[in-house]
């Protein structure tokens, strides 16, 4: 079975560092990148989807993927978010330079969650900015 993964690299806004306000994580809108993710009714305002995921150890999270579409209701945004994740980041304390890890098994289902600290050398493809996809037989 051919699993995909994504991987985030942590930047000091996604994990609180700065001090700053911030709804999740962004996710761009790299097709492949958004292929991951469950699709979303784009004709309704701010839809989302919860992810739930196991870590290494068997604990269920709960995320949230939320397209903030408001700019086509007459508001400003437009991106899509991983929110709710700041629980997982402090379980762990992740930092910025850190990556979190999404593994599936087939497409739409997450199936994993994981994450590797800073220091961890991996040869990986890197598509967009701070976001990976990485396919293969793991």
């Known amino acids: 079975m051919k699993t995909q993964v ?4 942590l930047s ?11 709804s999740g994580i962004l996710v761009p809108k790299d097709p492949i990148i958004l292929g991951f993710f ?17 870590d290494q150890a068997g604990r269920q999270w709960s995320f949230n993927f939320i397209y903030y579409n408001n700019r086509f209701f007459g ?5 899509f978010r991983l929110t709710g994740m700041t629980d997982f ?12 890890i999404l593994r599936q098994l087939y497409p739409g289902h997450v199936v ?3 994450y590797r600290r800073a220091s961890s050398n991996k040869r990986v493809l890197r ?11 793991f």
């Open 38 to 54: 469950p699709s979303l009714n784009t004709s309704v305002k701010n839809p989302r989807a919860v992810l739930k995921v196991l």
């Open 127 to 137: 598509l967009t900015g701070t976001w990976k996809v990485i396919e293969g037989d």
């Open 112 to 114: 994993n969650i994981d």
């Open 89 to 100: 980041f402090r379980e762990f304390n992740l930092k910025a330079g850190d990556v979190v």
């Open 75 to 79: 508001g400003t945004r437009n991106e």
């Open 12 to 22: 000091a806004n996604d994990t609180g560092e700065t001090g700053g306000h911030q």
């Open 6 to 9: 994504v991987e985030k690299v």
